[in-house]
């Protein structure tokens, strides 16, 4: 077969499963050799209970490039992150900018374990860091993006402690919930914080991607995620007390900082930082 062939069959394919909706099959040539029957299967079966297939974003939605005519568009096995940005701009802008995206936005290939300086799972060492890492790409599942695939990598005590925390009961507590609930505290909660998008005269929630945001300066957090829950005095001493940050906040502060100690706390981290 030619590739003009192959090509105008593909395209036959993916009208096909427009025309078909959210009950598209697809057992098709489109998949070739190289894509196992049951892989398709699998995916299929992920999709169909995601927020996606409720929202009719389909395979195609993904499986094809940006192409504008659908005569030209083509068939892609593996979207990368700008499958997504048509309809998640701002999820794909920030993820871009953290410690995970910012090699793919250099155009390097997706960080890996390997290339760490932070302990991480020996398991681990050659997964690729991508939009589909953390929710897979089909069940896009959310809860366990929070925690549990944060832990498929990361592996220093900072993170391992986290299960032993008050914030991790109390996201244990809702798991059966369909996204994370905002009275809970996961690894996300403080990595990847919530933000509000004004459209209009309502706004919808976000989350801000960009894993290096909340870590500087440090202090940043407190603001953006403590502070949602608890009082500045206590959230200043959880943050700058280092043992309370590699135990996962297993218990309240035992640092007491006076507001003027708690002024110039900040200020010397602000400039040790700043002179790195
Ligand atoms: C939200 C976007 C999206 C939707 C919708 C989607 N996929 Fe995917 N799919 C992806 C991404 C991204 C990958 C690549 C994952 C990776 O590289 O780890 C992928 C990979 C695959 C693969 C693996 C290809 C290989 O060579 O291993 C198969 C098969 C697949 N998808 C089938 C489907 C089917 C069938 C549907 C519809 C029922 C579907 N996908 C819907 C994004 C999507
Ligand atoms: C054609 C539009 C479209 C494309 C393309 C698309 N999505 Fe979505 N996505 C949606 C809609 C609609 C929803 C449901 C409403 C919402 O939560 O915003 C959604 C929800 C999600 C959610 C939240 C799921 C949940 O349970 O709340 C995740 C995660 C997600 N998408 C990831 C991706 C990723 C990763 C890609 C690219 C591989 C992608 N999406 C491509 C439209 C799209
Ligand atoms: C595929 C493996 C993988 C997964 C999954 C993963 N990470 Fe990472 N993460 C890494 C690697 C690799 C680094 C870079 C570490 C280094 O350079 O030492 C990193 C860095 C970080 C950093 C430091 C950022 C910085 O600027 O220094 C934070 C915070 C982080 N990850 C949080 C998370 C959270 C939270 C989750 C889950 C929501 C998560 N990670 C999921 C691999 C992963
Ligand atoms: C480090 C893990 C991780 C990576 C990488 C990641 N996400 Fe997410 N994403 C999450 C978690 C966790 C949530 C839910 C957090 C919450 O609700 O508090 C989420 C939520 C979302 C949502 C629903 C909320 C919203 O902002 O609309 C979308 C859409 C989404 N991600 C898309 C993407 C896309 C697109 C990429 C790649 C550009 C990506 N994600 C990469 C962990 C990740
Ligand atoms: C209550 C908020 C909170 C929770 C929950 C939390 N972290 Fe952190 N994390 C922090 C703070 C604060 C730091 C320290 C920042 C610093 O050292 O400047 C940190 C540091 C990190 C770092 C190291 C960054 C570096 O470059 O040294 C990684 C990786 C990380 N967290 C991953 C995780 C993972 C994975 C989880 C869940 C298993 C998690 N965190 C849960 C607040 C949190
Ligand atoms: C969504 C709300 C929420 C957010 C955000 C949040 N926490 Fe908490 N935190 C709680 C709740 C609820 C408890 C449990 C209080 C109790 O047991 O009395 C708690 C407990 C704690 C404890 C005490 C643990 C113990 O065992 O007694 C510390 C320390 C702590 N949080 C620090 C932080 C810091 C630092 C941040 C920001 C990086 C933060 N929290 C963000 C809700 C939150």
């Known amino acids: 077969m030619n590739r003009r062939l192959i090509s105008s069959l593909i395209t036959l394919w993916l009208l096909l499963g427009l025309m078909a909706g959210s009950t598209v099959g697809w057992v098709t040539p489109a998949w070739g050799d190289a894509v196992d029957q049951a892989v398709v299967d699998e995916s299929t079966q992920l999709w169909q209970g995601s927020a996606h297939a409720l929202n009719d974003v389909n395979c195609s939605s993904c499986h094809q490039n940006d192409a504008a005519d659908s005569a030209t568009k083509t068939f892609v096995a593996h979207p990368d992150q700008e499958s997504c940005r048509s309809c998640h701009e701002q999820a794909v802008d920030t993820f871009l900018l953290g410690k995970h995206g910012i090699r793919l936005r250099e155009g390097e290939t997706p960080l890996t374990p390997a290339l760490a300086r932070l302990p991480m799972k020996a398991e681990a060492h050659d997964l690729q860091m991508t939009c589909a890492t953390c929710h897979d790409a089909h069940a896009v599942n959310t809860v366990q993006a929070a925690v549990d695939s944060c832990l498929?990598?990361?592996?220093?005590?900072?993170?391992?402690?986290?299960?032993?925390?008050?914030?991790?009961?109390?996201?244990?507590a809702d798991r059966t919930l369909p996204r994370p609930?905002?009275?809970?505290?996961?690894?996300?909660?403080?990595?990847?914080?919530?933000?509000?998008?004004?459209?209009?005269d309502s706004s919808i929630t976000l989350v801000n991607n960009n894993n290096t945001y909340t870590l500087l300066p440090r202090d940043r957090m407190v603001k953006e995620v403590c502070m949602n829950c608890h009082g500045v005095e206590y959230s200043y001493n959880s943050i700058f007390d280092d043992d309370l940050v590699e135990a996962n906040f297993d218990q309240p502060p035992s640092l007491s900082l006076e507001t003027f100690d708690l002024v110039r706390t900040l200020e010397e981290k602000r400039t040790d930082s700043g002179s790195e």
């Open 152 to 172: 498929t990598c990361h592996n220093d005590s900072h993170s391992l402690n986290y299960e032993n925390s008050r914030h991790a009961e109390l996201f244990a």
């Open 181 to 200: 609930s905002g009275s809970s505290v996961s690894c996300a909660t403080c990595h990847l914080p919530r933000h509000e998008l004004k459209k209009g």
